[in-house]
């Protein structure tokens, strides 16, 4: 079974430029989850999908940050003017359903710096 | 509110000692309790969960965690360290969808 893909997998942009992340989930899970992991923190949820629609995007800074997953499979991640506090690894995860308990898998993440 | 500690930042073992890395949560229900695992470079790996039932839980590796309600804790363990353990793990609590993380633990593994 194929994990969860991740692209790319490091990214180094000036600060004020924009940028995007894209995750493809593992087939047949519909929700997928975008986190941000600060260097020395553990992953802060940004957002939550379930299928093509926002679960919860109570975290997510959305004069800056905006994600969409048409289709209810792919998912990006755009942010955009980027900060110098934006730098951060990226990870996306996805799980069968939303449903408690439930186990959600990770992706390799992608490595942004802003200069 | 729900939140997680992990009181230690870096542990540092020699190869084939014994670990514990420990975790706090905050939670007004009985929480489900996870424990990963962070390569450099990678995403995070699940080592073992706590949904219900045996408080004893076995995971991935060698691992196994055990969950204490009365401290609130769900402390992950190894009898002997391998110099591949080296990485950092975080214990997370959810109560319906949403992980809440801890800081992570960094462990050093000395030869």
């Known amino acids: 079974e194929a994990g969860v893909a991740q692209s790319p997998r490091y990214k180094i942009i000036e600060k004020r430029q924009s940028v995007a992340f894209w995750c493809n989930p593992i087939s047949g899970h519909a929700t997928l989850y975008w986190y941000q992991q600060i260097l020395g923190q553990g992953p802060k949820l940004l957002i939550q999908f379930q299928n093509n629609g926002v679960v919860d995007d109570s975290q997510l800074p959305k004069d800056r940050f905006s994600a969409e997953r048409l289709k209810g499979v792919d998912s990006t991640l755009k942010i955009q003017p980027a900060k110098l506090e934006d730098s951060a690894v990226y990870l996306c995860?996805?799980?069968?359903?939303?449903?408690?308990?439930?186990?959600?898998?990770f992706g390799p993440g992608t490595r942004l710096t802003v200069l | 509110a729900q939140s997680v500690t992990q009181p230690d930042i870096h542990i540092t073992v020699s190869e084939g000692a014994s670990l514990e890395l420990r975790c706090n949560y905050s939670y007004g229900a009985t929480p489900y309790l996870f424990w990963y695992v962070q390569s450099p470079g990678q995403g995070l790996q699940l080592l073992l969960k706590y949904f219900s039932g045996d408080t004893l839980v076995q995971g991935i590796k060698g691992f196994e965690a055990e969950f204490k309600r009365s401290q609130s804790s769900f402390n992950l363990r190894k009898p002997s360290v391998h110099w591949s353990d080296a990485a950092e793990y975080f214990c997370a609590v959810s109560g319906t969808y949403k992980y809440i993380f801890g800081t992570g633990t960094r462990l050093k593994v000395l030869a």
């Open positions: 995860a996805s799980s069968l359903d939303r449903s408690s308990p439930n186990e959600q898998f």
